[in-house]
């Protein structure tokens, strides 16, 4: 069956960096678009990022733009999210995601001094 596991969340200060990971299975990895979101406590779930399958093509929400860098690794079914200038406007549960809305079970980025 399809499955998502993402890894790496945690608590950092504001600034920092993080890079979180995303272990997929039960699909053909490598012929499927990836997206990253996001849901803050009390909001709604946010669309941050999305890659092509073969990874060459990548938009962002604006509030990440510059600071976030979506990857994947196709030989490895892997999924990666490189999350620098970390604000605390960014403290969410971070998912990946497939087009159908299919996500994981997240992983907590909380950015606070």
């Known amino acids: 069956q399809v499955q998502l596991v993402e890894s790496g969340g945690g608590l950092v200060q504001p600034g920092g960096s993080l890079r979180l990971s995303c272990q997929a299975s039960g699909f053909t990895f490598r012929t499927t678009a990836m997206t990253w979101v996001r849901q803050a406590p009390g909001k709604e779930s946010e669309w941050v990022s999305v890659?092509?399958?073969?990874?060459?093509?990548?938009l962002y929400t604006d509030s990440v733009k510059g600071r976030f860098t979506a990857s994947r690794d196709n030989a490895k079914d892997t999924l990666y999210l490189q999350m620098n200038d970390l604000k605390p406007e960014d403290t969410a549960v971070y998912y990946c995601?497939?087009?159908?809305?299919?996500r994981g079970q997240g992983t907590q980025v909380t950015v606070s001094s």
């Open positions: 890659i092509s399958s073969e990874g060459s093509r990548q």
């Open positions: 995601a497939l087009s159908g809305g299919f």
